[in-house]
Each structure stands twice: as C-alpha cells, then as structure tokens.
C-alpha cells in the first residue's frame, strides 16, 4: 500500500544527540526505516571558529518526519561509525542544506568522510523563482521566504562552543533547527513545484499526495542539481544518473499503476464521520479522524471503511459544510480523474476570514480537486484576485517597505564575501566600514559577514490594510456577503465549468440556512 505523503507539524520533532557509535546504531534503523520513499535527509554541520576554522564538531541529519540526529564527530573522531559513513556516501539519498556541498567538503578534509548527493536549496529555489522570491544567501533567509518561519539566529550560540563536553539546551535547538528547516524547506519547494504555487498553511491538512508521487517530482526536481556546488554557475544539465532520470510530467502512469494508486488514494478519504444520531457529517483523511479518537470524542464504529461517531452534538463548533459531503468520491469535481488529489476552497480563505462568523463556519465549501486542474483554478483565483483588486481598490499599500541603511549593510556584507578580490581596495574599505559601524565593531569576521548577509531589512507599513480585508469590506457595503460568495462560486463555475459536482452544491447553497437563521431570529425576538 502506497503511503501518503505526511507534512510535518512543527511541533513534530524528535531530536537525539549523539556522543558514541553505540548510540548511532540504536537510532540508525529509525533513519533507514524513514528513507524508506522518500531519501531526503536535511543536513547541516557546526564547527568551532578559533581564529582558523577546528574540524567538523557535529553533523546534523534530519528525515522528512522531524527525526533529528546531532552525530558529534568531535567525540568520536577516531571511531566515526560505518553505517554513518556509509549513509553520507549514498548518493541516492539526498543531503538538502545551504551550501550542503561545502559541509562535505569539509568533513571529507577533516575525517576522510566522503559526502555525495548534496542538493544545495538554492540551486532548487531558483528552479522555482516566480513562487518563492528570496535573494538572500542563507538558510534563515531562505526559511523566512519560503516557510514563514524567523529563525532569528543568536551571534552568541552560532559561535558557540560545539566542542564543549555536554551542549546546552540553546545549541542542541539551534543545531537541530538547521537540518530540520533544511528539509522542510526541500518538502515546501517540491510541493510548490507540483501545485504550481506557494504552499499554505491549508495544505497540510489539504494535499493528499503520495509518498512515492512525492519522491518522482522530488527526483526530477534535482536533475542536475546533485553535489553541484552553489555559485559554480556551470549550470550542468541532466546528468546520466538513471535514478534522477524518471520523465517529467506526473501523468505518464500505467494503467496497473493507476488502479493500484487509485485504491490506495480511495482510502485516504474514505473515513466517514457521523454525528451521534449516526448521520454521516462528512468524510475525513485518516489523520483527521484520527484525531477525534485521540481526543475521546468519539467512538469507532468500523475500520473498513473507518467510521467514527462523534460523542457529543456539535451545537456551537462549525460543522462541515453540506458542499463538502462527497459521498466518498475522491474524484477530481472538474474532470473526474482519480489521481492525486487536493482540497481547495472555492471562497479564498483571505476573504473568507473576513466574513461574519454566521457564515464563516458554513461556508468551507472545500471540493476535490485533482492537481492540474487545481493549478488551473488557482491561476484563475490570481486573474479574479486582480479584478476584485481593481474594483475594491484593495491593492494599493503592502505589508513592508525596505530600510534602506539595513540595506546597505547587507549588501556590502554580501559583496565581501562574494566579489572581495574583485573589489579595488578602497572600496572594500568603505564597505567594511559600512558593516563596522553598524555592529559597533573593529574587526570583522567572516561569521560577522554572513549575519548581516541575513539582516531582515523588512520594515512593517502601518498603513497596510491585507486585500481581504478591504475586498470583503468593500462587498459588505456593495451588495453584501452572502452575493459575494455567490459570485466567487459562480467565477469557479465558468471559469473550471467543473463536471462532477455533488448534487447539492450550488451557486447559492447559503441561503436556505441563511433564511432558516433570520426565522430563528425572528423568533427568538
Ligand atoms: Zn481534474
């Protein structure tokens, strides 16, 4: 049975520091058994900077599932365990990180350990620019750009001591962030490669992809990429590597394949959920339901199909809403195809957010969709998004503008490190200075350097007003909500002109609750 892709939670994380080989070889199979589909390991290492750069400290690897290992070769430099080394030289498992390739480097100068099939991320990022804009060079830009995440690293521990006898509770978080990010940060631009956008905080609850589908983009994704070093700019094209050479395109399946991944895919979404009269609420993921039972809200019925009923009547809670209840079709709304599959909103979540709670809970209309036509409607959205911006005017002002003297830092930080021997002498004392003065400092370092590579020179505009908000304001005094949200479905209807709807769904399936509510008011007054 093929095994859905999980998106890690943040909060999903196991790390271990390891000072020995016998503890490697307890957690090792838990790394094997995770690279199972997917061979990605998040990859970073530490070192302690003493007026020259000491040897490796610690490796740190990362799955895809938030199993972290800190291996600390400082303490086992004599006694570096095979297995480990053997892990770091398959090249059919890829090391993601920044600059992953130089860490490589190193540890095959220091330890004789030989590193292959480093993705360095900004090779991928640029195979993806038009999703992801980030022209930072580090590993914390590069989160903040594509997962939203502020690493907000701390000079102090960065330079800290990686060799020290027992690490603190700071550098163990800080060293595992790395790889973990990494390998986030990989998930995050295959996943957007495949949708054709950024990923949202939806999706993990949304994308129901396989792992296998997963790895077969993954792979074609780093074609060309693998132990290329960042800055080269040889732009090496595909390689003979047979492994990275599956075709691109996700349609090319055979027919055998196709029922396979069909019955599994069916699965997915095949847990029903019914309220405690036993009328079914609606179908759910596995994780969904899950979740009920882990909180004892409810009990199991059956597990084929798995069938829960919830403990308790859900009078305030939202409830699923009727345009949802597929009775378990899992099966794109728009063509029919049964390939993997997403969720989406019909009413974008940036405005529905701003609706009024009444309909808010009633209106998550989410239909299936399979992933080219999904791209399509999004491309859509965008073309709608601009109209609306137009009418509403609601696009005038954006969250941040970009500070200027910050700015310069940065630059003549990256400029150092980068173009130093090309730069005549007195303007590289220039931009020393740049960087000196704003640290309040007499010497730089070359760790100096790279932080202010990475200032956030982000500045927040307090006139910012998100478009959402001004669109929905602008239809509350302009018609109204409820004809909004009829005129957002009816734009998917011409637009997707979707053949497999359910049989409820229509333009206007509010307004029967709608009307039911305002007798209630009635009443009640
Ligand atoms: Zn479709």
Redesign the pocket.
């Known amino acids: 049975m093929k095994k859905k892709l999980k998106i890690r939670r943040k909060s999903e994380t196991q790390i271990h520091v390891i000072n020995s080989s016998t503890e490697w070889e307890q957690h090792y199979p838990t790394i094997i058994s995770h690279l199972e589909t997917c061979k990605v390991l998040g990859f970073d290492c530490e070192w302690v900077f003493d007026k020259k750069r000491c040897p490796v400290a610690m490796v740190q690897i990362s799955t895809q599932q938030g199993f972290c290992l800190l291996v600390r070769t400082c303490k086992m430099a004599s006694n570096i365990p095979e297995t480990f080394k053997k892990l770091l030289a398959d090249r059919s498992i890829l090391k993601v990180g920044v600059a992953s390739k130089d860490d490589g480097k190193k540890l095959q100068k220091d330890y004789g350990i030989v590193v292959r099939g480093c993705v360095d991320l900004r090779h991928m990022l640029g195979r993806i620019r038009g999703i992801y804009n980030c022209s930072s060079v580090g590993l914390q830009g590069l989160a903040a750009a594509v997962l939203g995440v502020n690493m907000a690293k701390e000079y102090g521990i960065r330079c800290g001591n990686w060799e020290a006898d027992t690490l603190s509770t700071e550098q163990i978080d800080y060293a595992a962030c790395d790889a973990l990010v990494a390998v986030d940060i990989f998930t995050n631009l295959v996943l957007a490669k495949m949708l054709g956008r950024a990923l949202q905080e939806d999706d993990i609850e949304c994308v129901a992809i396989t792992e296998a589908e997963f790895w077969k983009n993954a792979s074609s994704f780093c074609q060309g990429l693998l132990d290329v070093l960042y800055k080269t700019k040889t732009a090496r094209t595909l390689t003979s590597d047979s492994q990275y050479s599956e075709p691109q395109g996700a349609g090319a399946v055979n027919g055998k394949a196709k029922s396979k991944k069909h019955e599994s895919r069916a699965s997915c979404l095949n847990c029903c959920l019914l309220a405690p009269d036993g009328q079914l609420l609606c179908t759910s993921d596995v994780r969904k339901v899950e979740w009920y039972i882990h909180k004892g809200l409810a009990d199991k019925l059956s597990d084929d199909p798995l069938t829960l009923k919830l403990k308790f009547e859900e009078t305030s809670g939202p409830k699923p809403d009727l345009g949802y209840v597929q009775n378990n079709e899992n099966i794109?709304v728009?063509?029919?195809?049964s390939e993997s599959y997403i969720k989406k909103f019909i009413i974008p979540k940036e405005y529905r957010k701003y609706f009024p709670t009444f309909l808010k809970v009633h209106t998550c209309d989410l239909l299936v969709?399979?992933l080219?036509?999904h791209q399509i409607s999004c491309q859509h959205d965008s073309i709608f998004r601009q109209s609306l911006a137009k009418e509403c005017d609601a696009d005038t002002t954006s969250r941040s503008f970009q500070d200027h003297d910050l700015q310069k830092v940065r630059s003549a930080a990256k400029a150092l490190l980068l173009n130093k021997p090309q730069i005549p002498e007195k303007r590289i004392d220039e931009l020393e200075s740049t960087v000196k003065d704003f640290y309040g400092i007499d010497s730089l370092t070359e760790e100096l350097l790279q932080t202010a590579t990475e200032l956030d020179i982000k500045v927040n505009n307090p006139q910012f007003l998100p478009h959402g908000k001004k669109v929905v304001r602008h239809m509350r005094r302009n018609g109204g909500v409820l004809n909004f949200e009829k005129r957002c479905r009816q734009n998917f209807l011409n637009c997707m002109k979707p053949q497999y709807l359910p049989d409820i769904w229509t333009v206007d399936h509010n307004k029967c609750y709608v009307k039911q509510r305002n007798v209630q008011h009635h009443t009640a007054q």
Request: aromatic letters at 0%.
């Open positions: 794109c728009v063509c029919g195809k969709m399979c080219p036509c």
